[in-house]
Nanobody, 121 residues
Framework: QVQLVESGGGLVQPGGSLRLSCAASGSIWSIYAMGWYRQAPGKQREMVALAPTGGNTNYADSVKGRFTISRDNAKNTVYLQMNNLEPEDTAVYYC???????????????WGQGTQVTVSS
């Protein structure tokens, strides 16, 4: 069992900033990727930012230059620094990890509970 605990969402004015955090705990032997996704009302969940272990970070075109994903591997924690927020960024944000619990088990994917980000004046 792996648990993801998210924090940092809230209400912010356009142009403002927020920092999301997601801490993973439980039966984790190795993490292969950590990332952030979001889902706005009436829309499908979409990738926001991905940080593969040992690989290059990837961002959705809509957030490039404004959002930064980072990891603290010692704490199994992933962050999303969001600057210059726009009303279109309003959504529930979910963290995701791809991991293995041992070298013999398959790779699994786990999701956080989601945190609301609302950008409004």
């Amino acid at each position: 069992q792996v648990q993801l605990v998210e924090s940092g969402g809230g209400l912010v004015q356009p142009g403002g900033s927020l920092r999301l955090s997601c801490a993973a705990s439980g039966s984790i032997w190795s993490i292969y990727a950590m990332g952030w996704y979001r889902q706005a009302p009436g829309k499908q969940r979409e990738m926001v930012a991905l940080a593969p272990t040992g690989g290059n970070t990837n961002y959705a075109d809509s957030v490039k230059g404004r959002f930064t994903i980072s990891r603290d591997n010692a704490k199994n924690t992933v962050y999303l620094q969001m600057n210059n927020l726009e009303p279109e960024d309003t959504a529930v944000y979910y963290c995701n990890i791809k991991y293995k619990s041992s070298w013999t088990t398959p790779q699994f994917s786990s999701w956080g509970q989601g945190t609301q980000v609302t950008v409004s004046s």
